[in-house]
């Protein structure tokens, strides 16, 4: 077990969410799998959703049952439309409703401007912010149908948008990246201000540098490392769990207040720590 494991067993209340019925996207590896496991620690039922990895998303399926809770594994492309709805037809069908969405599915495809195609550009924008907006439309429609349910939560709805800090700080390289999730926070910020009326709760999250695969060469060396934390005001790379209790957090009733807000979760990255001597 690692430590970052560890933590999560002691720190998420284990009937916080209970009752309530998850959906993560991209949740078969990173911060999707630690989110996916996080709500089900917390007494959430949840679907794990991928794109590929059908292996490793029901291998996370069989990790959140073994707390006594349903899960299953589904595979949907969040950004086509068909597959979309049919996973929330297939959620309701199953499980009866939908109370949570962490909409995580994302990517990268990195090139400098004059090199990047027009199909890494679509790509990333289609998945990142396309696929976010298909889903958060689909679980609303739920939500609205539905209402709020007083024994289960005091809203009738959460999305919890995934973003990046890179919302907010621009990145060389990754002009797609840093696009689409600055799209996310708008995104985010609209829908919670149109569905706030209706007790649905929209938040978004924006993780800093954390410890996934997808960019394992910033940290695995410790030179690597060594460089990624001149970044860092806190001094620590972060771990997936990080993001996991935010989303839990932000998708319980200990949060009923909070709407339309980006929690960043992110040791200090966005203080801008170059200027901490002046600039």
Same mark, same amino acid.
């Given at each position: ?55 490793? @998303? ?12 349903? @899960? ?16 929330? %037809? ?103 201000? %149109? ?85």
């Amino acid at each position: 077990m690692s430590s970052a494991e560890g933590r999560s067993q002691k720190v998420i209340p284990s009937q916080l969410l209970r009752g309530q019925k998850a959906l993560v996207t991209g949740a078969n590896s990173g911060i999707g799998k630690a989110t996916a496991i996080g709500l089900g620690r917390a007494g959430a039922d949840v679907v794990v959703n991928y794109v590929t990895g059908r292996d490793e @998303a029901e291998k996370v399926a069989e990790e959140i049952s073994s707390f006594g809770v349903r @899960a299953a594994a589904y595979e949907a492309d969040v950004s086509e439309e068909g597959q979309v709805v049919a996973m929330m %037809e297939w959620m309701i069908a199953e499980f009866g409703t939908i109370d949570i969405l962490v909409a995580n599915a994302g990517l990268q495809r990195d090139a400098l401007l004059a090199d990047m195609t027009l199909a890494q550009w679509q790509k990333v924008l289609d998945v990142n912010l396309t696929g976010q907006f298909l889903c958060a439309r689909e679980a609303t429609k739920e939500f609205l149908r539905r209402g709020v349910v007083p024994e289960v939560s005091r809203s009738a709805g959460k999305i919890i948008c995934m973003s990046s800090v890179h919302q907010l700080i621009p990145w060389t390289g990754h002009v797609n990246y840093a696009a689409s999730k600055g799209g996310v926070q708008m995104l985010m910020q609209t829908l919670a201000q %149109e569905l706030a009326p209706k007790r649905i709760r929209v938040n978004g999250i924006a993780p800093g540098a954390i410890k996934t695969p997808i960019n394992r060469s910033a940290w695995e060396t410790p030179e690597a490392e060594r460089d990624l934390l001149r970044l860092i005001p806190y001094g620590r790379v972060g771990d997936a769990e990080d993001i996991a209790y935010a989303a839990v957090s932000l998708a319980s009733d200990l949060m009923d207040y909070v709407v339309g807000t980006t929690l960043y979760v992110d040791g200090g990255m966005t203080l801008f720590p170059g200027f901490a001597t002046g600039g």
